[in-house]
């Protein structure tokens, strides 16, 4: 019995350190992964601030430790930032020799175009340079071949040393083909929206209700990058509950607001590149009102009441990303509406009345507090970058 003890001891044992083993070879494997997504994290953001010789021995560094096709991709780039044309199309040659997915291979094959083109502009007799890291290899004579020995008429000089390929380093292009920079709160242009509720009084008295609610599709342009000014369009949509009391206006209860409007606002930050910024807003819109009950002959809603109105907004935004292209916003402001200037007039068919009769002769002001999140694009509207990093 305690030699058949021993020896499920002895294999007991055995499978635990053969487990051991496999789980040190996994973590190992695992380390090596994660330190090659670091280098190439690393690369990208000094590609993002222009140095790109920098950025090389990241991408150099991610696929010595874990040669996937993505890694060769971002390597290609930064020798092709760097005009070293020969060894960027050694590492899109690489890309394409490690299983890489469909879009990888498209940047790729996009890449080498690229290559072939700027190459042939400036007369660079394009050669591939050492293996997929960029090395630029060494043009040796083929090993002697055991059947043949050396023809003794001709020795070899055993003084001569190898003859190492230098590839021709080319201009390199004038602008970062990513259109990527340093993150920072500088953008070309945004696409938002915001949510927000809050109160206030449109109107007569207690004609419409102090709750409303409200959303807001907005679009900025950076007109000062240096200075951070901008300008923004935007469409709001404002809706006040039922006022308390309408005994002399039967028709109407809740009223719905579509402004249509510009403004110009400031980012505040401190830092070079901050995450975080304040940013003050003014503008001016056009309001369409429509009391609830105001409809066509179809039945839909119809804004006939128009005014003008002015918006004053503070909000705090927290960007993030890897050039701070997601926003997060917490917004507070004020609409103030004047009295409705243009509206239906006591004979208009199907109407609910004037600006009198439906209490719209007034104006008023609505405050709000929300939630925005905004889109940040470094792109001329309409085009997008030549590649982007993976």
Same mark, same amino acid.
């Given at each position: 019995m305690s030699r058949f003890t021993s020896l499920a001891s002895i294999v007991a044992m055995t499978g635990i350190a053969l487990t051991g083993i496999a789980l040190t070879g996994t973590a190992h494997a695992q380390s090596q992964a994660e330190l090659a997504a670091q280098a190439n994290d690393e690369g990208k953001e000094l590609m993002y601030s222009n140095q790109y010789a920098a950025a090389s021995k990241k991408f150099q560094e991610a696929v010595a430790r874990v040669p996937e096709a993505k890694y060769f991709v971002n390597l290609c780039? +930064?020798?092709?930032? @760097?005009?070293?044309?020969? @060894? +960027?199309l050694t590492a899109c040659n690489a890309a394409n020799l490690n299983n890489p997915t469909e879009a990888v291979k498209s940047k790729a094959d996009k890449l080498i175009a690229k290559i072939k083109q700027t190459a042939d502009e400036q007369h660079i007799d394009l050669k591939v340079a050492g293996g997929g890291g960029g090395d630029t290899g060494v043009e040796n004579p083929p090993p002697a071949d055991p059947s043949h020995p050396p023809d003794p008429a001709h020795p070899v000089d055993p003084t001569r040393q190898p003859v190492r390929y230098a590839p021709v380093t080319g201009r390199p292009p004038s602008q970062n083909l990513s259109l990527a920079v340093t993150p920072d709160n500088k953008y070309t242009w945004t696409l938002g929206v915001d949510l927000y509720a809050g109160g206030g009084e449109i109107g007569q008295p207690n004609v419409y209700g102090s709750a409303s609610t409200g959303f807001r599709i907005k679009s900025d342009y950076l007109l000062d990058p240096v200075n951070r000014i901008g300008a923004q369009g935007y469409l709001q949509v404002n809706h006040l509950n039922k006022g308390n009391s309408q005994s002399n206006l039967s028709n109407v209860s809740s009223l719905d607001i579509v402004d249509v409007g510009v403004a110009a606002y400031k980012h505040l930050c401190l830092g070079r590149t901050p995450r975080l910024c304040i940013t003050p807003l003014i503008g001016g819109q056009i309001a369409l009102m429509s009391p609830a009950n105001d409809t066509d002959g179809l039945g839909s809603q119809v804004f006939n009441? +128009? =005014?003008?109105? =002015?918006?004053g907004e503070l909000a705090a935004a927290y960007a993030f990303g890897y050039r701070y292209e997601h926003v997060l916003q917490l917004v507070g402001g004020v609409n103030v509406y004047s009295k409705v200037l243009s509206g239906p007039s006591d004979t208009t068919t199907g109407s609910l009345g004037t600006a009198m009769d439906v209490g719209l002769d007034k104006g008023g002001a609505v405050g709000y507090f929300g939630l925005g999140y905004t889109y940040r694009f470094n792109t001329p509207l309409g085009s997008s970058p030549f590649v982007t990093l993976e």
């Open positions: 780039f +930064a020798r092709l930032q @760097e005009g070293k044309y020969g @060894e +960027a009441y +128009a =005014a003008v109105g =002015a918006r």
